[in-house]
């Protein structure tokens, strides 16, 4: 079984200023890694996925996340966030080769100040 | 494209009663999910459909939930009888196949009030 850690449940930063979601995620096997957003009264929508090859990954709207297998890290990041962003942005995971169910993490609140 | 639409966006009811949520995938996508979302929690899987046959239901509370997707298309969660601890958010999604090359999308979800 999977599980995944997201450590921070709020992250205020100010606009312009870089960002980064924190994920963990523990597993007996390989993984398949992902981060969802949920903007206010929205569906969960797909930012970017880790499944093989490259370990930095590069997303929609700016972001990218860097796979670290020693680690067992999968860390959200954007170098300049916009009042946009704001948003409930979640980490999961699912087994490689195996069915894909992905499970999720608690979630990270992204507040962007002006 | 349409999205995957949801329907009732908000429901309120009293423990003990019983309620439908009805999803509309997007046109062509052969699997659907349903999540459980509790307040300050990420979604938890429920059920997979793929066409009109469940391949995964091994979280979903049969005792009281229960899931259909007659024709392959839309499908029905239901609930009977409602406990407090089933408010949430359903969130219903669907892909064009099973698997983590295959984006899934989501609908905007139904939140249950359990009174």
């Known amino acids: 079984a999977q599980s995944v850690t997201q450590l921070d449940s709020q992250v205020p930063v100010f606009e312009e200023a870089p960002v980064e979601l924190r994920c963990n995620y523990s597993?007996?096997?390989?993984?398949?890694l992902f981060w969802y957003v949920q903007y206010p009264n929205q569906g969960l929508q797909l930012l970017l996925k880790y499944l093989s090859g490259s370990t930095l990954v590069k997303g929609i709207n700016g972001f990218e996340a860097e796979f670290n297998k020693s680690q067992t890290s999968f860390h959200l990041r954007k170098p300049s966030v916009h009042i946009s962003d704001t948003a409930e942005y979640f980490c999961?995971?699912?087994?490689?080769?195996?069915?894909?169910?992905?499970?999720f993490g608690r979630g990270t609140s992204l507040i962007v100040h002006p | 494209e349409a999205g995957v639409a949801q329907s009732p966006r908000y429901k309120i009811i009293e423990k003990r009663q019983s309620v439908a949520f009805w999803c509309n995938p997007i046109?062509?996508?052969?699997?659907l999910y349903w999540y459980q979302q509790i307040l300050g929690q990420g979604p938890k899987l429920l059920i997979q459909f793929q066409n009109n046959g469940v391949v995964d239901d091994s979280q979903l509370p049969k005792d009281r939930f229960s899931a259909e997707r007659l024709k392959g298309v839309d499908s029905t969660l239901k609930i009977q009888p409602a406990k407090l601890e089933d408010s949430a958010v359903y969130l219903c999604a669907s892909s064009f196949e099973p698997g983590p090359n295959t984006e899934a999308f989501f609908g905007q979800g139904t939140r249950l009030t359990v009174v």
């Open positions: 999961a995971v699912s087994q490689s080769g195996g069915s894909y169910i992905p499970t």
């Open positions: 046109s062509g996508h052969a699997t």
């Open positions: 597993s007996s096997v390989s993984v398949y």
